[in-house]
């Protein structure tokens, strides 16, 4: 079993960015995982890595576009699931690729938004993500607050 | 994969031993001791995984190509009897439905495409929509999405992609029944209207290939192929909406069974039993799903063969067979000496009918099923046929592709894209992509030997080769 964690890469392959989020291996996809002070903030940062994989951060400008999300799950595991597949949604809809994000919890109602921008010609480009997947999925407190981690599917 | 708990049972099949008390059907997989050895070991827990599903007939079944996917392995073969509360599972599928292969055959030779070659490379990657965020020029209302979903690649035909005779080559000819676009959510619609006629990413690609050897001439003839000729291959799915009926149906099949009392030894093998009413829904939006699959494909075949036309005006550019290896469908074996309807996923694995099945197309008959193993965009591919050895090993099905051998971030760490793309030059592989990144996840070095992938299929009894194809020209997303 290959189950390697990268420290906090950033961007796939390269060096620097964002400490929130990192990712673990898979053979055929890629593992994310996203870590904060609370559980909304490990969801928020595993959002980041997830679309760390379609598009390199640092080729963004301006995010001028926000969406919406809301959900209700009562379970916190298959809620990273659905937080990830509604984002993922909404920005495929909307022809948008999100950077930023927020998102609340009250009991097992979740609402998120995102802010991002229409895809251009010289972004540079991954590998576009079909879903999130409930492989190796989890959601824990750790000792310094949440990880959320799970696999998904390019 | 440590093979310790192995038994083998032939010099290319290999039977998982139960551990004590463990209680699962039993679960094989095919290939050699090499390849198998280059397998994760969550291969062996996968298939030990699914062989623990209800209503299982026969074994769980690795293809020579299987690697670590999610629920089932990419390459994982099961088939359930609904009469005995067998399942339909939406990981035994896949989020990309009905992803497959469009092999177009040319009347061009390898000689007459050179001296075009860089010009036709530079024209499909303008014209064939590739990459993430990239749509195409076809836009769809939800209501003419609805009938795309309905009449698969005879929708396409109708449209003007396409010729009907070609339809005889695609699998179901060009559309599966029991599509059930209501059963589609409106978000996976919305998410498909601008990607009809898209390639997309990551493993997909559209190459140019030439016949570099024929294995089996009467079926090469059978086929229309020979060697030096101009081929083209395909490799693409069900786009967005795909995935968003994948997504939908996940977390809603997961806990349906627990409400079902299926207990999951994985909740990605989220399922259902296929005479429920979550099953029944979960089939008409599956199969919405490959309709959508194989209208992209011939969208795109047309939108290639309009390239070629061209620059060759002259070329025949006729459709060999187009084949998916994301599936669930109905079919009809024979197990325990009766023939029975049973449901086989085949998940990142491909059908391969044998000589004389009603289903080929009648040129193909004699030959059996064309099933072809893609490979990287470095190696090469292959066109086998179907035998008749495989309905009892496998339920007819065979390997899909050169299947991963190593992760992309080994691979990122590994190649550099550019870098890549100027060697595979050199070896006169021309490569076009919006992604450097993803030409570098997708080296050929992080793959299997196809070569081995192909041979092992052969050896055990899934389908034997007939042609292998160099790839030449490979626009990826």
């Known amino acids: 079993m290959i189950v390697t964690e990268k420290a906090n890469p950033g961007t796939l392959g390269q060096e620097g960015g964002s400490r929130s989020f990192s990712y673990f291996e898979h053979d055929a996809d890629i593992g994310v995982i996203g870590q904060g002070a609370t559980l909304e903030a490990a969801f928020e940062s595993a959002a980041e890595a997830t679309f760390a994989v379609m598009v390199d951060p640092q080729s963004l400008q301006r995010a001028s576009q926000e969406a919406s999300i809301a959900f209700t799950e009562e379970d916190v595991e298959f809620a990273l699931v659905r937080w990830l597949n509604a984002l993922l949604g909404a920005a495929r809809e909307q022809g948008l690729v999100f950077r930023r994000f927020a998102l609340a919890r009250e009991g097992p109602r979740w609402s998120g938004r995102a802010w991002g921008e229409p895809w251009r010609e010289n972004m540079e480009r991954g590998t576009e993500v079909k879903g999130a997947t409930l492989t190796m999925l989890s959601v824990r407190q750790t000792d310094g607050g949440w990880e959320a981690r799970c696999i998904i599917d390019v | ?477």
């Open chain 2, 1 to 477: 994969m440590n093979l310790e708990r192995l038994e083998q049972t032939s010099p290319w099949a290999w039977r998982v031993e139960r551990e004590p008390g463990e209680a699962r059907a039993e679960a094989v997989l095919y290939g050699d001791a090499e390849l198998l050895r280059t397998m994760d070991d969550k291969v062996l827990e996968q298939i030990t995984n699914v062989a623990r599903l209800p209503g299982l007939v026969g074994p769980a079944l690795a293809m020579p190509d299987a690697h670590w996917g999610y629920g089932f392995p990419i390459g994982g073969v099961a088939a359930f009897d609904p009469e005995q509360g067998g399942i339909i599972s939406a990981g035994g599928v896949g989020f990309d439905i009905s992803c497959g292969i469009r092999c177009l055959r040319t009347s061009l030779t390898a000689e007459e495409l050179a001296p075009l070659a860089p010009k036709l490379a530079d024209s499909l990657y303008r014209d064939i929509p590739a990459g993430v965020g990239v749509e195409g020029d076809l836009k769809l209302s939800i209501g003419e999405l609805d009938s795309v979903l309905l009449g698969g690649a005879r929708w396409a035909v109708r449209h003007g992609y396409g010729e009907e005779a070609e339809l005889e080559y695609v699998e179901e000819r060009g559309c599966v029944a029991g599509a059930k676009p209501e059963n589609v959510s409106q978000l996976a619609k919305k998410r498909q209207r601008g990607e009809m006629g898209t390639l997309g990413s990551g493993n997909h690609y559209l190459e140019v290939q030439v016949v570099e050897r024929v294995y089996d001439a009467a079926a090469a003839e059978a086929y229309g192929l020979r060697a030096g000729q101009v081929v083209v291959s395909i490799h693409c799915g069900s786009r967005g909406l795909g995935h968003q009926i994948g997504t939908d149906y996940l977390v809603s099949l997961a806990k349906a069974a627990g409400r079902l009392g299926i207990a999951l030894p994985d909740r990605e093998l989220a399922c259902a039993p296929v005479k429920s009413p979550e099953g029944e829904q979960y089939i008409g939006a599956m199969n919405a799903g490959i309709n959508c699959a194989l209208a992209n494909r011939q969208i795109l075949a047309h939108l290639a063969r309009r390239v070629f036309g061209h620059f060759f005006p002259k070329a025949r550019v006729e459709t060999l067979f187009d084949v998916s290896h994301n599936t669930c469908k109905a079919e009809r074996h024979e197990a325990n000496g009766r023939e029975r309807l049973l449901w086989v996923h085949r998940k990142g694995a491909t059908r391969s009918l044998a000589p004389g099945h009603p289903d080929i197309p009648k040129r193909y008959r004699e030959a059996g099923q064309p099933v072809i193993i893609g490979g990287s965009m470095g190696t090469g591919s292959y066109v086998l046929a179907g035998v008749s050895s495989s309905e009892a090993r496998a339920w007819s099905s065979a390997s899909h592709g050169a299947g991963r051998a190593m992760s992309r971030h080994q691979a990122l760490r590994q190649w550099q894209g550019r870098q890549l793309v100027d060697a595979l030059r050199e070896r006169g592989i021309l490569i076009r992509t919006r992604s450097m990144r993803g030409a570098a996840e997708e080296a050929p070095g992080a793959y299997k030997d196809v070569d081995r992938v192909a041979e092992a299929t052969e050896g055990a009894g899934l389908a034997r080769r007939v042609a292998f194809m160099r790839p030449v020209v490979c626009v990826k997303g």
